[in-house]
């Protein structure tokens, strides 16, 4: 049957291995490379190939005339480039615009991040972890990208972990008054879950209960301002014992 097939069906065989590995390379993006796992993607670009087998049975087993097929196939093939192009472009859109929050995705995303940049970031979230909530977008024009996972943490992991990160962070920051001597080398941006954690905008009133490990925290340009940079560490939040891993690129 193969033999036939490929005797008389050489342009619908070869549509099913074209569409075939359109297929399968947008599924390889979708595992390796996209921040979010998205099965209806995956599903409609694999149509063209399920059409085209159809056609490549029924052409098989009936006769049909040549100019018939040339007709159908190549609407099929104008339909299926057309689907494609719009199912890509779908991807992008999300893969561009659309907030990441569900846990799930968590090992997916640090995957797309350098071990440097992840050195602090847990390897997986502890199963017994309560109130997670995780938070990542990418960056898109002049805006930034960020990269946030908290969740509740008692007092004997807040010890080995301030044991673990002092050593070893490039700033260790306790207070609001060490974030303003800190001044330059570090920026707490208005809208970050560091501000947030600290509560920085009601200070002086605000707390003091928190340790700040900074890994790393360098400006984008050397014109001295921090209109553009990055910035990756940890919080503790001593007050409602709670540990914050962020990564803001701005």
């Not at 480039?81 to 995705?105: A, Q, Y």
Request: proline share 2%.
């Amino acid at each position: 049957m193969w033999k036939m097939i490929i005797k008389n069906n050489k342009v619908n065989l070869s549509m099913c291995i074209i569409f075939f590995i359109l297929g399968y390379l947008n599924l390889i993006i979708n595992n390796k490379m996209c921040r979010f796992f998205q099965l209806n993607n995956i599903v409609i670009a694999f149509i063209p190939f399920l059409v085209a087998s159809i056609l490549l049975m029924i052409f098989y087993k009936k006769e049909i005339r040549t100019i018939t097929m040339i007709i159908i196939n190549t609407i099929v093939i104008s339909l299926s480039i057309i689907l494609l192009i719009i199912n890509f472009g779908k991807l992008i859109v999300s893969e561009t615009f659309d907030r990441n929050t569900d846990v799930k995705n968590y090992p997916r995303i640090r995957k797309l991040y350098s071990d440097n940049e992840m050195q602090y970031f847990p390897s997986e979230i502890p199963k017994d972890a309560e109130n997670i909530e995780f938070e990542e977008w990418a960056a898109f024009m002049q805006g930034g990208s960020g990269l946030y996972l908290s969740y509740d943490i008692d007092s004997e992991n807040e010890e080995k972990i301030d044991e673990e990160l002092r050593g070893k962070s490039k700033y260790v920051l306790e207070s609001i008054e060490e974030i303003k001597i800190a001044g330059e080398n570090i920026c707490v941006l208005a809208d970050s879950e560091i501000s947030e954690a600290i509560d920085y905008k009601s200070y002086p009133e605000s707390s003091d209960k928190f340790i700040i490990y900074i890994s790393e925290a360098r400006k984008a340009s050397g014109d001295g301002y921090w209109n553009h940079g990055v910035q990756y560490g940890v919080i503790i939040n001593k007050d409602k014992h709670r540990i914050i891993y962020f990564h803001e690129y701005w």
